[in-house]
Structures are given as structure tokens and as C-alpha cells.
């Protein structure tokens, strides 16, 4: 992948501003591409309407949210366009989903969630245990090898399970979690299975089929689009399910899930960012005009896999030749298929918050904190208020951007005591 191509495609590295800074803090959000900007635009300006209508705008802004549906389903290898329900993000879908899994349970019913997970896949589920009466059992997260441990599962997931909440990626150790392995699990014994795919998304390719999981969930801001987000589900299930709606919206999913005005910029948004997707694997996967949009998806996500697998190593080798300095997470080479190329780190008599500003003096932009993960954080043993410094690299990181950040902390590291 050609490195000064892909910044090319994000107006971001054009500007003035941002020519001296390094941007490490993509899994909070990432930088826009030229696709997504101009498409969202475009929707603002000249399909600005509302739907169902028999005028020119109405008709053209339908078509581009049929578009954006038939491409997300691409992205995740969906059945259906009538699979993919747009939301304004990750938190509020998961939110909104829980609710109406929420109609068919009742008091003892159980629900596991992960302790390595966001919040945004626990707090949903709480609040809908504590108004039902349901029971949350926890699949715990081992420090030691940054993952849960199949006995675990085994005991943990029971035939009272009605659903299993878990993410595909950690956004604090970057571990890939198992996610085919906990759904297998899951379906013998009946429950359904949510997965948060956030961090995931940006680095890898995404295939509910093969996943066997219900539902995913993932946001296109950290997919180089516009603040929204993509919900997968089951059409059968979709069907099912009764979601809290003003009564004339339809009763078909997905529309019956999206309720209120669309976010018509946002989902043009959504399938500039796919299109760019697809362009990354025309220009450098192996796969011409002519493939399908899937073959163009999973080409491109394979050339980022593989530029980001070297880059994060490199980070990670000079992370860890610091002294002081604790990576909370996998950090050999022969372990890099099992992260995504989120990292995060502390050093030694050095609050982490300290590392954040120090960076962001020195135009470096990164994260610390608990990063909406304090279960994961106090699992790690350290303090959750300070929590850990985070880099999190993207399909734009130079290795120039690596080296400045491990220059810098080279600097942080000498001047500590
Ligand atoms: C793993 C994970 N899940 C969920 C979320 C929440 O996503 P959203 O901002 O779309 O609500 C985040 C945000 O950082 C995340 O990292």
C-alpha cells in the first residue's frame, strides 16, 4: 500500500494546521476521507429532501440510502440490504436493540457480557437487567493472556443464556477476541449473540456469515467516515422483533428500526467510506473493476491488515525497548494476527495523563485513560482514573508518525525520573 496515495485521500494532511502533527488516536475516532466528505456533502447540497417523495431530490436521497444499505452490507457480508439499520452510533443502536430483545425476556432470564468490554456493550444491557429483573453473569478477562478462556465460557454460558454480549476487538489491549468460537458456543445452547465489531471494523474483515454471531454493531466514524453508525442483523430476527416506533413508521425492517428523520449526510457519508474501502483494494489488493464490491472490500481491508501488522510491530518494538515502559497487550510478531494496532501502554512514576499532554506539546495526538473500559483497565491493575496512555494507529499512520511518537518517548522517558 502507497502510503502518500492513501494520506492523498484524506483532506486533513493537506491543511496547514495538522502539518506537524501525528494523529495516534484513531480508535477514538478517525480522520474523514475525501469519499465520505464529498458524498456527504453532496447530500447536503443537492439531494437535501425528505423521503418518499415524487420530486427529483426525494427520489435521488432514497436511492443513495438504498446505495449506502447495499454497501454496508458488502462491508459486513450481510444476506440482505434489508439486514443493515443505520443509527446515529454504536451506543445509542445498542441502546435501542437491547430495548426490543428486552420485549421477549423476563426475570431470571440471563444475559453475559465480557469484562474486557466498552461500556457501550454493558451499560445497555444493565439498565435493561435492573427494569426486567434479568441476571448478568460475567465472562472474566484474564490479564495474562488478554482474552477469556474457553472453560469460562463453557460453565458460564447456560441454557437460561438468552443473550451473549461480547466485543471483536479490545479498544484498550487491541486483543481480537474469538467471536466464531463464543457464538458456536452460544447457539448450543440457544442464545443469541451481539457483537460489537467498533475496533474491529477499521482493521479487518468483517463476515457475519462465518462468524455465526445475530447482530454487529459498528461505527463509521472510526471507519473514516461521518459520526453515524451500522447495525447488522438476522433478517429473521429483524423480523421478529418489535421495536419501540411512532405507529405510522413501517412495520419492515429495517425501517421499522430506524425511527425520526434519517441522517441523510451521514449515510451518503457511510458509502463514500465503503467506496474508499473498495478503492483501496482496486488500487492496491489484488482485484480489478470487475470483481464485486465484496472482493474490492476484502482486498483493501487485506493491504491495510498487512501495512498496519508491520507498523504496529515497529511500534512496538521500540515501545518495548523503553525502560519502564508497559505494553498491556500482545507485543510479538508472532502474536500480530491476534491484535488489532491499538496499544496501550504506562510508564514507570509517570501518570499517563502526563504522557498525553507531553505528547500533545509536541503535536502528538493519543489518548489516556480508561477509554469507556474501566473494567478492563482495573482487570490490568491499574488505577482506571488515570488509566493507560494509547496509540492507535490507522490506515493513514506513516512510519514517520511511528517514529516521531517513539522519538518523543524516548525524550519522556529520559526526563522521568
Ligand atoms: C469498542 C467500542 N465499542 C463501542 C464504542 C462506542 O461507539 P460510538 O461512539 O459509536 O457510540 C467505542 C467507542 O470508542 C468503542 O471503542
Known amino acids: 500500500m502507497n502510503i502518500e496515495r492513501i494520506r492523498q485521500q484524506f483532506p486533513i494532511f493537506s491543511l496547514a494546521s495538522a502539518s506537524n502533527s501525528v494523529f495516534l488516536d484513531s480508535a477514538a475516532g478517525t480522520q474523514m476521507c475525501k469519499r465520505a466528505l464529498e458524498a456527504s ?71 453475559v457480557l465480557t469484562q474486557s468490554d466498552h461500556e457501550a456493550n454493558i451499560s445497555p444491557w444493565l ?48 486483543t481480537i477476541n474469538d467471536v466464531a468460537a463464543v457464538a458456536a458456543l452460544a447457539k448450543r445452547k440457544g442464545a443469541m449473540v451481539y457483537v460489537d465489531a467498533v475496533q474491529f471494523a477499521p482493521h479487518g474483515v468483517i463476515d457475519v456469515q462465518t462468524l455465526g454471531c445475530d447482530f454487529l454493531v459498528c461505527s463509521s466514524h472510526k471507519l473514516h467516515g461521518p459520526h453515524h453508525a451500522i447495525l447488522w442483523g438476522r433478517l429473521a430476527l429483524l423480523e421478529r422483533l418489535m421495536p419501540y416506533k411512532p405507529r405510522p ?36 489488493g489484488a482485484c480489478g473493476e470487475q470483481t464485486g464490491k465484496r472482493q474490492q472490500i476484502v482486498a483493501g481491508m487485506h493491504a491495510i491488515v498487512e501495512y498496519e501488522q508491520r507498523l504496529v510491530q515497529s511500534a512496538l518494538e521500540g515501545l518495548s525497548s523503553f525502560k519502564g ?24 512514576s509517570t501518570p499517563s495523563e ?16 480508561h477509554h469507556f473500559s474501566p473494567q478492563t483497565v482495573r482487570a490490568l491493575g491499574i488505577d482506571e482514573h488515570d488509566g493507560v496512555a494509547r496509540i492507535s494507529l490507522a490506515q493513514y499512520t506513516s512510519e514517520d508518525d511511528v517514529h516521531r511518537f517513539l522519538s518523543v518517548m524516548d525524550d519522556l522517558v529520559r526526563i522521568m525520573p
Open 41 to 111: 456533502v453532496e447530500a447536503a447540497i443537492e439531494n437535501n429532501a425528505n423521503l418518499g417523495g415524487h420530486f427529483s431530490t426525494s427520489v435521488i436521497a432514497e436511492k443513495a440510502i438504498g446505495q449506502a444499505r447495499c454497501a454496508a452490507a458488502a462491508l459486513v457480508n450481510a444476506h440482505c440490504a434489508e439486514e443493515i439499520v443505520f443509527g446515529q452510533n454504536m451506543t445509542t443502536l445498542t441502546f435501542h436493540l437491547s430495548r426490543c430483545l428486552g420485549r421477549s425476556l423476563g426475570k431470571g432470564d440471563e444475559i
Open 127 to 174: 439498565e435493561l437487567a435492573k427494569d426486567l429483573e434479568l441476571k448478568i453473569r460475567w465472562l472474566p478477562f484474564d490479564p495474562l493472556t488478554y482474552g477469556f478462556s474457553t472453560a469460562d465460557m463453557e460453565s458460564i454460558i447456560t441454557e437460561r443464556t438468552k443473550v451473549v454480549a461480547l466485543s471483536y476487538a479490545n479498544n484498550v489491549t487491541g
Open 249 to 284: 413508521t413501517a412495520d419492515k425492517p429495517p425501517y421499522k428500526f430506524e425511527t425520526g428523520s434519517k441522517s441523510r449526510e451521514a449515510i451518503a457519508g457511510i458509502l463514500g467510506t465503503i467506496d474508499h474501502l473498495a478503492w483501496i483494494g482496486r488500487e492496491f
Open 325 to 348: 515502559v508497559h505494553i498491556h497487550g500482545y507485543r510479538t510478531s508472532h502474536e500480530r494476527e491476534r491484535r488489532v494496532p491499538t496499544v496501550s501502554f504506562t510508564l514507570e
Open 354 to 369: 502526563m504522557i498525553s499532554r507531553h505528547m500533545a506539546e509536541q503535536g502528538i495526538r493519543l489518548w489516556h485513560g
